[in-house]
């Protein structure tokens, strides 16, 4: 579902950055889930420098990865 948000959003000309919500459990397995998605996609593609813990990436329509940064309150 956020990926959908955030890919809907960036439809309307707007760019999401980042995303925040609390620790709860299923927020961090979601935000861990994105964060694994990126590491392996860049495993793969041997663009394993490009990586960072501190961002996930979202795959536009166009074909665009955006890093969107996470933050726990």
Do not use: P, W
């Not at 961090?28 to 392996?40: K, S």
């Amino acid at each position: 579902m956020l990926l959908k948000v955030i890919q809907k959003v960036h439809e309307t000309g707007l760019r999401v950055v980042a995303t925040i919500c609390d620790q709860g459990k299923s927020n961090e397995g979601a935000i861990r889930l994105l964060n694994n998605e990126t590491r392996n996609y860049h495993l793969q593609n041997h663009t394993d420098q490009d990586y960072r813990e501190e961002f996930y990436e979202v795959l536009l329509k166009n074909d665009e990865r955006i890093k969107i940064i996470h933050i726990f309150d």
